[in-house]
C-alpha cells in the first residue's frame, strides 16, 4: 500500500468497552475523525465474538477490566478467530504486568484512557499502518524484558542479524528505516523478516513482537 493508499482509505474501528457513556464517546471521537468509521461497539468479548463475524474491522479497541471475559483473555481469543485484526489495548490501568500480558497475547498497542482523544486517534492510525505500538511502549517492555534470564536463542534458529531486526520492528521502524541502518534495500529486509516469520511461525508483525517477548529473545 502506498502512503497515498494510507492517507486516504477508511480504518474501520471496532470498540469493546463495558461501560456505555464511554462506549459512545469513543464511538462520536472516531466517526468525527476523516479516515476512521466505527463499524461496532460492544459491551463485552462475548458481545463482540457473536457479531465479528459480520463486520470485523481494521483495529479493534479493546478495555481490560470487562465483565466476563477480560481484555486479556479476549485478545488471545479474537487474534485467533481474526489475525488480521490489529487490537489496540484501551484502559485505565498503567501497570507493566497488565502491558506485558497485553502485548504477549497479541495486542498490537496500549493507550490510556485518560489520553487526550488525538493521542487516541493517533494511536489508531499508527497500529493500522503496521507499527506493531508506539515507541514509548516498545521502550518499557524491552526495559522489562531485558536482565531476565534468557533462554537460549537457538531454539529459534535466529541469527544475530534477525535478532537486531525483530527488535527494530519491536520498536516500530519501517522497513525503510531499518534498510539505512544495516546499509541494506528495504527488498533484503523484507527477506529477513520473512525468514524471522518462518522461524518464529508466525504471520504478522505482531505474532512475532508477541512470540519474542514470551520467549526474552532480547538480552
Given at each position: ?43 463485552s468479548v ?83 499502518i503496521g ?89
Amino acid at each position: 500500500m502506498t502512503k497515498k493508499d494510507q492517507d486516504t482509505r477508511t480504518i474501520s474501528v471496532a470498540i469493546v468497552e463495558d461501560r456505555g457513556r464511554i462506549r459512545e464517546t469513543i464511538v462520536d471521537i472516531i466517526n468525527g475523525t476523516a479516515g476512521l468509521k466505527c463499524i461496532g461497539a460492544y459491551g463485552s468479548v462475548e458481545l463482540a465474538l457473536k457479531q465479528l463475524d459480520q463486520n470485523v474491522p481494521d483495529v479493534l479497541l479493546m478495555d481490560i477490566g470487562l465483565p466476563g471475559m477480560s481484555g486479556i483473555e479476549g485478545v488471545k481469543v479474537i487474534k485467533a478467530k481474526y489475525p488480521s485484526i490489529d487490537v489496540l489495548m484501551h484502559t485505565v490501568y498503567d501497570d507493566d504486568d497488565k502491558i506485558f500480558q497485553s502485548i504477549c497475547a497479541g495486542a498490537s498497542g496500549y493507550v490510556l484512557k485518560n489520553v487526550e482523544s488525538e493521542e487516541l486517534i493517533r494511536a489508531i492510525k499508527e497500529i493500522s499502518i503496521g507499527a506493531p505500538m508506539s515507541a514509548s511502549i516498545a521502550r518499557r517492555l524491552l526495559s522489562m524484558v531485558r536482565g531476565k534470564e534468557a533462554p537460549p536463542t537457538d531454539q529459534m534458529n535466529l541469527s544475530p542479524r534477525e535478532l537486531d531486526i525483530l527488535q527494530w520492528l519491536v520498536e516500530g521502524y519501517s522497513y525503510k528505516r531499518i534498510a539505512e541502518k544495516l546499509f541494506i534495500s528495504p527488498l533484503t529486509v523484507q527477506s529477513h523478516i520473512k525468514r524471522v516469520y518462518e522461524k518464529l511461525q508466525v504471520h504478522s508483525k505482531s505474532a512475532a513482537v508477541s512470540k519474542a517477548l514470551k520467549h526474552n529473545l532480547f538480552r
